[in-house]
């Protein structure tokens, strides 16, 4: 009977292990700050940070090409980072569910601040503030582009190919 | 006389194509504050054909390039009423531009304009932009996107202002720099507008598929 039990718990316990590693990553809510901080990150590591929101439909539409990315560099230098432009308020209600139900696997960020001309110049001066948008950087290797337009798979894939360390 | 070697030659060409190139701000095709603004004859969502020369008594406008299927140009629907209702009287009427392709945004076709606008009882135009050829001439890149124009002694237009309407998309009640009503005010005043380029995120306009 005991090593039933035992063997139901072991189950159990390999059973939500399972899950938790398939379930998505933590949405961190963060002031411009941070993403300063993010783009000044010194490593040989190709950042690739994008812009979206879920009420944005192009962005929905390129998400699983940077989920892709971010899965098949695994434990390489290349880090996609997937920032929110979607309000705090809807956190719980929206964006959480949303992040669920995908799954995402990708590093989350989600930006709490108001004014975008605050800051939209101190991080990208080309940038008019459209989404959704992609920057891709190595700072070590002083690499940098910026895009402001919905990426197709292939141009995605192009752009890691070019710049992954 | 001492032989030139062309693909040196070559190579400095490219050089300095290469240069040239970086100098021009790529895709930046559209007006600049001070440029001037052209006409244009677009269809309104009553069927009837609005260009900016049909107002006689207009000072200049609120060009504002906007959708139905954007939720920040939903945010902001209430506030350019506001807009429209407290500057035109003043000779700055709001003129709405629909940019987005039909074909690829659904939610933005003619007959959902003429909805949207009858729902909430717009007192501007709301046009269609079907071509994009206004669009793209503006370069507007994302809904809402405002260009104000200011009318000059020849009677052409300049672009006076391109931006945003104020600081906070989200909340209404939260707003606290009203960067378009700033801009009006210093044009109304007859002073240069001190501000007279803003950002803010937005939607990207919904391009022909070639």
Not at chain 1, 93 to 105: D, E, G, S, T
Not at chain 1, 131 to 142: E, G, S, Y
Not at chain 2, 154 to 169: C, E, F, L, P, R
Request: hydrophobic share 40%; glycine share 4%; charged share 25%.
């Amino acid at each position: 009977m005991t090593q039933r039990l035992t063997l139901l718990f072991a189950i159990l316990a390999l059973v939500i292990a399972a899950f938790s590693t398939a379930s998505a990553q933590e949405v961190k809510v963060v002031k411009f700050a941070e993403l300063e901080k993010l783009r000044q990150q010194p490593h040989d590591t190709l950042y690739v940070v994008n812009f979206w929101a879920t009420w944005c439909k192009p962005c929905i539409k390129e998400l699983p090409y940077f989920e892709a990315v971010n899965k098949q560099y695994q434990g390489q230098p290349v880090q996609v980072v997937l920032v929110s432009m979607d309000a705090p308020q809807d956190l719980e209600k929206r964006v959480h569910p949303f992040v669920q139900k995908r799954a995402l696997q990708s590093r989350l960020l989600l930006l709490d601040e108001t004014d975008p001309n605050s800051w939209i110049d101190r991080l990208e001066p080309k940038w008019s503030g459209a989404i959704p948008a992609t920057m891709l950087f190595n700072n070590k290797r002083k690499q940098y582009e910026f895009v402001e337009r919905e990426l197709s798979e292939e141009e995605l894939q192009k752009l890691i190919v070019k710049y992954k360390p | 006389m001492k032989k030139i070697k062309l693909p040196l030659i070559y190579m400095v060409c490219l050089l300095l194509a290469g240069f040239l190139m970086a100098a021009t701000p790529a895709g930046n095709t559209g007006y600049q504050v001070g440029d001037t603004a052209r006409d244009f004859e677009l269809k309104n969502v009553d069927g009837k054909m609005v260009s900016l020369s049909d107002y006689e008594n207009a000072q200049g406008f609120i060009v504002t390039f906007t959708c139905n299927s954007c939720p920040y140009s939903v945010a902001y629907e209430d506030r350019l009423i506001a807009l429209h209702n407290k500057y035109a009287p003043k000779g700055y009427p709001v003129i709405a531009i629909n940019p987005n392709d039909a074909a690829v945004s659904p939610e933005d076709s003619y007959a959902n304009m003429q909805q949207r606008a009858k729902e909430k009882g717009f007192p501007f135009p709301y046009l269609h932009d079907e071509t994009q050829e206004i669009t793209k001439a503006y370069g507007a890149t994302r809904t809402p996107h405002l260009y104000i124009l200011k009318k000059g002694e020849n009677g052409m237009y300049k672009v006076a202002y391109i931006g945003t309407i104020d600081d906070n998309s989200r909340d209404p009640k939260q707003v606290q720099k009203r960067y378009a009503e700033a801009a009006l005010n210093d044009m109304i005043a007859g002073d240069q507008v001190k501000q007279p380029n803003t950002k803010a995120i937005g939607c990207t306009i919904k391009w022909k598929e070639a």
